[in-house]
């Protein structure tokens, strides 16, 4: 695994705006950055990211099926009561998922480390499954990388091939799509993917979380008074769940992507669950509840909120003491504590791989690089290849 220097496309901005890659620059700061790469061996990518994946989102699962069944967990997760049931109940029916994330720690050799499931409203989707392929096209037909330079990235393949399933199995074929409003990166990403249902020969209407609104029957509608059947919401559930219309999600027969058994996944509780459930896997980090932290023997720590997002308070701890941290909105409902495994540094870089699943299936991998140990939203995106 090397990150290597790169010349920048000629007026590749100017081809991001009209392919409507909106949001490489944000806040005067570059978020996509082509001005370098990683280059991955195929042994690398199959043998240490994509069959750990799957055997992690396998495991993920399993821990879903001991949730819904246990009460003291659901608590545990901070799921409000109300929701236990309906939240089973999408899971005994296996509601379809669209989608996730696993994020790890990975420097081209040993065994890949999971830091977390990103399994209700990852982002980054356009980047990974359009534009960084864009960019892999370009390069080899400018013979600046070598013809048989390739990307683990079939996305867009299997994001269509997925919204075709989903509809078959709502017998639905209008998919409203959502996301709020003033969130230019968010709605860059649900653009996308309504193109992938178009794709899929959907009806693919689009409405802002602020416009959705409730008819007389306890439907929820959009801005237009439609009826919403079937919707994909990058919403947070912990959000909607203790919103003014949260009351409404369990009687509105509104089929959901994601479905609600993802509370579960997209919950930090998750992973003192896998280290509970598979103490020891090569591939997790020791994780405890707050009460359980005593059995945590590593110096080092990072204190996580059980809901939080972009790595927003988000601590790293030497001693009991803080080390580093990010601020933000979160830590209310309680932290998780996972023993400190630092991010590989490229170039004075600290590099995070997501890597995705579409259906179960592992489908592509996001390179997000820092000058700080903990990812943000503003983290870099940088491309990646195979080679060798």
């Given at each position: 695994?090397?990150?290597?220097?790169?010349?920048?496309?000629?007026?590749?901005?100017?081809?991001?705006q009209s392919?409507?890659?909106h949001?490489?620059?944000?806040?005067?700061?570059?978020?996509?950055d082509?001005?370098?790469y990683?280059?991955?061996?195929l042994k690398?990518?199959?043998?240490?990211l994509?069959?750990?994946?799957?055997?992690?989102?396998q495991?993920?699962?399993e821990v879903?099926e001991?949730?819904?069944r246990?009460?003291?967990l659901?608590a545990?997760?901070?799921?409000?009561?109300?929701f236990?049931?309906?939240?089973?109940?999408?899971?005994?029916?296996?509601?379809p998922?669209l989608?996730?994330?696993?994020?790890?720690?990975?420097?081209?050799?040993?065994?890949?480390?999971?830091?977390?499931?990103?399994?209700?409203t990852p982002?980054?989707?356009?980047?990974?499954?359009?534009?960084?392929?864009?960019?892999?096209?370009?390069?080899?037909?400018?013979?600046?990388?070598?013809?048989?330079a390739?990307?683990?990235n079939?996305?867009?393949e299997?994001?269509i091939n997925?919204?075709?399933?989903?509809?078959?199995?709502y017998?639905?074929?209008?998919?409203?799509f959502?996301?709020?409003?003033?969130?230019?990166?968010d709605?860059?990403?649900?653009?996308?993917l309504?193109?992938?249902?178009?794709e899929?020969?959907?009806?693919?209407?689009?409405?802002?979380?602020?416009?959705?609104?409730?008819?007389?029957?306890?439907?929820?509608?959009?801005?237009?008074?439609?009826?919403?059947?079937?919707?994909?919401?990058l919403?947070?559930w912990?959000?909607?769940?203790?919103?003014?219309?949260?009351?409404?999600?369990?009687?509105?027969e509104?089929n959901?992507?994601?479905p609600?058994w993802?509370?579960?996944l997209?919950?930090?509780?998750?992973m003192p669950?896998?280290?509970?459930?598979f103490?020891?896997?090569?591939?997790l980090?020791?994780?405890?509840?707050?009460?359980e932290?005593?059995?945590?023997?590593?110096a080092?720590?990072?204190?996580?909120?059980?809901?939080?997002?972009?790595?927003?308070?988000?601590?790293?701890?030497?001693?009991?003491?803080i080390?580093q941290?990010?601020?933000g909105?979160?830590?209310e409902e309680?932290?998780?504590?996972?023993?400190?495994?630092?991010?590989?540094q490229f170039?004075?870089?600290?590099?995070?791989?997501g890597s995705?699943?579409v259906?179960?299936?592992?489908?592509?991998?996001?390179?997000?690089?820092?000058?700080?140990?903990?990812?943000?939203d503003?983290?870099?995106?940088?491309?990646?290849i195979?080679l060798?």
């Amino acid at each position: 695994m090397f990150r290597l220097p790169s010349q920048p496309r000629a007026n590749w901005q100017q081809k991001a705006q009209s392919f409507g890659f909106h949001f490489h620059t944000m806040y005067g700061e570059p978020y996509w950055d082509e001005s370098a790469y990683y280059q991955f061996t195929l042994k690398q990518i199959e043998r240490d990211l994509e069959d750990p994946t799957e055997e992690i989102h396998q495991m993920c699962l399993e821990v879903v099926e001991q949730v819904v069944r246990d009460e003291a967990l659901m608590a545990r997760f901070q799921i409000p009561e109300t929701f236990w049931q309906p939240i089973a109940d999408s899971w005994n029916i296996r509601a379809p998922s669209l989608y996730s994330r696993l994020d790890f720690a990975y420097d081209g050799s040993g065994h890949a480390k999971l830091y977390e499931n990103n399994a209700d409203t990852p982002t980054s989707l356009y980047e990974s499954g359009f534009w960084q392929w864009l960019w892999l096209q370009d390069k080899v037909d400018s013979n600046q990388l070598a013809r048989n330079a390739d990307q683990f990235n079939s996305l867009q393949e299997k994001l269509i091939n997925q919204f075709a399933q989903i509809a078959q199995f709502y017998k639905s074929d209008v998919f409203h799509f959502a996301c709020c409003q003033d969130t230019v990166e968010d709605r860059g990403t649900v653009q996308y993917l309504q193109d992938c249902a178009a794709e899929a020969g959907l009806d693919v209407p689009f409405v802002f979380i602020e416009q959705i609104g409730i008819d007389e029957t306890g439907r929820f509608t959009d801005h237009q008074d439609l009826q919403i059947d079937t919707l994909f919401k990058l919403y947070p559930w912990e959000f909607m769940q203790r919103e003014e219309f949260g009351e409404y999600i369990i009687e509105s027969e509104t089929n959901w992507i994601e479905p609600l058994w993802k509370s579960v996944l997209s919950n930090k509780a998750l992973m003192p669950m896998l280290w509970k459930t598979f103490k020891g896997h090569p591939n997790l980090l020791p994780a405890f509840f707050e009460d359980e932290k005593h059995h945590c023997d590593s110096a080092k720590v990072v204190k996580k909120p059980i809901f939080s997002r972009e790595g927003a308070n988000v601590s790293i701890l030497q001693d009991g003491k803080i080390a580093q941290s990010a601020d933000g909105p979160y830590g209310e409902e309680g932290f998780i504590y996972q023993a400190f495994h630092p991010l590989p540094q490229f170039d004075k870089n600290y590099t995070l791989i997501g890597s995705w699943l579409v259906n179960d299936k592992p489908a592509g991998i996001s390179v997000r690089e820092d000058s700080s140990l903990i990812t943000q939203d503003m983290s870099r995106y940088l491309p990646h290849i195979i080679l060798g």
